[in-house]
Each structure stands twice: as structure tokens, then as C-alpha cells.
């Protein structure tokens, strides 16, 4: 076979073993058409000679959440958090060792206990109480708006209907035959009328910039409102993902491995897993067991 024909022949096999159900066992196998999709395409930027050259900075026993991939066997696959290892970590290193995280307990793992994500976890339950705090004054402040702007309509509909009324007075008024006799009277009742028009229209006016500026205040808070209310989703899926990991957790010791920093994911930009970092009592405790595990 060529080239092409093993390609194929991988191709048919990595088919057989996605289908729904048919493995429904291996859950890994369910992320594997994402994987090989995601794969192909780093394989083409280090082809092309197109990756980044410069990557984030890991301090040592940083928490990162990794896309570990689809692999054989036992080998650790799919997103999992880890502790990075290196003591020394660059922009320009693109690679590096970490110990994956675990909330199951076995031979060979090392309880970390519950304060990892606990601290995370509550700081960020209590941000997104402030943003849903937020967005609900945002949203009552805009309805408070809306039912003024409606208030501040219907009286310049009624200005306006009064306007019309003034307006066809005052072109009855001109139409009327004038004397000598009642000059003065006439002059009055249009003085009269003329004002009462122009006040009329001095407050339709006026309404006019309230109505634009409340209407204009309203559609501001009702994009912030959308974006507030965007932001809290994103926040929540971090809150609800946090939530499952707020839990003794163990590092998997025997599954310690060098990664490339292409594989690091965030959630969004509400996901602190690069800012937190375990304890130097932890590192150096975990520095101890691999010790023991790998040395000793």
C-alpha cells in the first residue's frame, strides 16, 4: 500500500470504532473525530511552519486543563486538568511535563485534598451572583425607562392631537371676515391662539429630546443588558464545570507526561485554571512520591 491507501485504511478504522453506540463503552472514542480534526490541523501549521512561536508562561504546579487526546489502551485521554511540572517554564518552551488530576482514588495517586478548585469554585459562585445582580438592576432600571418613554408618548400624542386643534382654529380664525370694530378682539384671540401654539410646539419639542434620550438610555442599558447577560452564561458553564471538580482530588502520579502547550484549554476567559497554583508544600509532596514511585 501507499501512502495514500494507509491514510484511507486508518481513515475506515477510526470510522468503524466513532459510530454511535456501537462502543458506547469507550467513552473516549466519542471525541475522537473532534481529535483527529483538531490534530490535522496542528499538523499543517508545523508543516507549514505556520505555529506561534511565543506560549503562555506556567509557573511550577500551576492547575492548567488539557486536551490529553484520544489514546491507546489505559494511556490517559480526553480534557482533563494538571499540575505542570517544570521548575523552569519560557514563552519559548512549547512543551510541558505535567502530572494529570483525578477525583477518583486508586493505588498509585496522591490526594491533594479539597482546597484546589474549593477557594476558585466559591469566588467565582460569588462573581457570577454579583453579575446576575447586576443584569437583574440593569433589566428593572430598562423597564422603569420603557414604561417612561410610554408615559412620555402618549402625552405628546395628546400635545399633538391639541396642536391640530390650535392649528385649525387658528386657520377658521384667519378665514373669518375682519372689521374695523372688533380689530382689537381679533388681534387678542389670535395673540391667544398663536401662543398657545407655539407653546404647544415648545413641548412637543421638548418631549421630543426626552423621548430620544430616554429612548436612546434604554437601548444602551438593553445591549448591555445582552452583553451582561452573555457574560453570565459564559461565567456560569466556568461556575458549573468548577462545581464538579470542588472535591478531594489526586494526582495521578503514574500517568506523569510531557505535553505539547497546544493542548492547554481554557473555557472561556472566565476559566482561572491558569492562575491557580498549588501550595510549595504540595509540589514538594508530590516531588516525594514520584520519588518513591519512579526511583526508591
Not at 218 to 239: A, N, P
Request: aromatic share 10%.
Amino acid at each position: 500500500m501507499d501512502k495514500n491507501e494507509h491514510i484511507d485504511s486508518a481513515a475506515r478504522k477510526f470510522k468503524q470504532v466513532s459510530k454511535p453506540n456501537k462502543y458506547h463503552y469507550q467513552q473516549k472514542f466519542k471525541s475522537l473525530p473532534y481529535w483527529l480534526e483538531e490534530s490535522s490541523h496542528y499538523f499543517k501549521l508545523e508543516a507549514n511552519k505556520e505555529l506561534i512561536d511565543h506560549y503562555y508562561y506556567y509557573p511550577r504546579g500551576s492547575v492548567i486543563s488539557v486536551n490529553f487526546g484520544v489514546n491507546e489502551g489505559s494511556e490517559f485521554s480526553n480534557l482533563h486538568f494538571a499540575v505542570v511540572l517544570n521548575k523552569r517554564d519560557s514563552p519559548q518552551n512549547r512543551t510541558l511535563t505535567v502530572i494529570p488530576l483525578t477525583s477518583k482514588p486508586k493505588a498509585g495517586r496522591f490526594s491533594l485534598g479539597k482546597e484546589i478548585f474549593n477557594q476558585t469554585s466559591n469566588i467565582l459562585s460569588s462573581t457570577l451572583t454579583e453579575l446576575q445582580s447586576h443584569l437583574d438592576t440593569q433589566v428593572e432600571r430598562n423597564n422603569k425607562l420603557e414604561e417612561k418613554v410610554k408615559e412620555l408618548e402618549q402625552k405628546r400624542q395628546s400635545i399633538q392631537k391639541a396642536y391640530k386643534e390650535t392649528n385649525k382654529k387658528i386657520t377658521n380664525f384667519m378665514s373669518e371676515p375682519f372689521s374695523m370694530t372688533n380689530m382689537d378682539d381679533k388681534k387678542t384671540q389670535f395673540s391667544k391662539l398663536y401662543k398657545e401654539m407655539t407653546d404647544q410646539i415648545t413641548n412637543l419639542e421638548q418631549l421630543n429630546q426626552k423621548i430620544n434620550s430616554l429612548t436612546k438610555e434604554s437601548h444602551d442599558i438593553r445591549e448591555e443588558t445582552r452583553h451582561c447577560g452573555k457574560e453570565t452564561d459564559k461565567l456560569g458553564k466556568v461556575v458549573s464545570i468548577y462545581k464538579k471538580y470542588n472535591k478531594n482530588n489526586f494526582a495521578r502520579i503514574e500517568d506523569i507526561t510531557t505535553i505539547s502547550k497546544l493542548r492547554i484549554r481554557q473555557i472561556n476567559e472566565f476559566d482561572p485554571s491558569r492562575h491557580i497554583q498549588l501550595s510549595s508544600e504540595q509540589m514538594r509532596a508530590i516531588s516525594n512520591e514520584i520519588m518513591k514511585l519512579y526511583i526508591s
